[in-house]
């Protein structure tokens, strides 16, 4: 899987958008770029995934660069409850049954602070 | 509720005395897995599943013991536990090993003395 490198920390105003950015500049073609969350010591939770194409849901939308070397992930109305390590995750394509693939390397993630 | 549930959360005890952490999905998940969090290192792999009596060993196998019996429960073991083990574990579910969206527990913190 691709490496990626992100900020360790950045702080947000709460009530703004929150732009998270990620490097992958070793993505190859058939790795996706996923996003989990992770809020102080939980269970990491999923947040979005893409391939090429801008993606949103109702939690966050994920900007990819058309050289597919960056990406940036958008919380639009930042809260309090936003405030969590964010990991910028790259691997292969989905579907079929994994194995090792199904292996998620975390790196050390950006740790968001929203401030009231 | 789709949950992955894990026991106990938390967990003191001596080196050598073996114990079990259970995890458990009610969301008939093929692929189950756990992980270490320890600081500076991240999360890292321990051992997976891909089925019922199939599994394999993640980035760090050494020390602990998996089984997979059923296909909703995937218990982590520590035959002989030591105070390198001490960490926060975490055990996650998906359909299976390639599905985008992985679902974790809410952790297990375990304390070796």
């Known amino acids: 899987d691709a490496k990626t490198t992100q900020p360790p920390s950045m702080d947000c105003a709460e009530g703004r958008a929150a732009n998270l950015p990620c490097n992958h500049s070793t993505i190859s073609g058939n790795e996706y770029v996923y996003w989990y969350r992770q809020i102080h010591s939980q269970g990491p939770q999923y947040i979005i995934h893409g391939l090429k194409n801008n993606e949103t849901n109702e939690m966050a939308s994920l900007i990819i660069t058309e050289d597919r070397k960056s990406s940036t992930l958008i919380l639009p109305h930042a809260t309090l409850r936003d405030t969590a390590v964010y990991y910028c995750i790259v691997r292969v394509v989905p579907g079929g049954y994994g194995g090792s693939q199904g292996n998620l390397i975390f790196g050390k993630g950006t740790k968001l602070s929203v401030k009231p | 509720e789709a949950q992955v549930t894990q026991n106990p959360r938390y967990l003191i005890t001596v080196t050598g005395k073996k114990l079990t952490v259970t995890c458990s999905q009610n969301?008939?998940?093929?692929?189950m897995s756990w992980y270490r969090q320890d600081p500076g290192l991240g999360l890292r792999q321990i051992y997976y599943s891909m089925n019922v009596e199939v599994t394999d060993k993640g980035d760090v196998p050494e020390g602990y013991k998996v089984s997979r019996k059923e296909k909703r429960n995937f218990p982590l073991i520590l035959e002989s536990p030591s105070p390198n083990q001490t960490s926060l574990y975490f055990c996650a579910s998906s359909q299976t090993g390639l599905s985008y969206e992985q679902y974790f527990g809410p952790g297990t913190r375990l304390t070796v003395t």
């Open positions: 969301m008939n998940h093929e692929y």
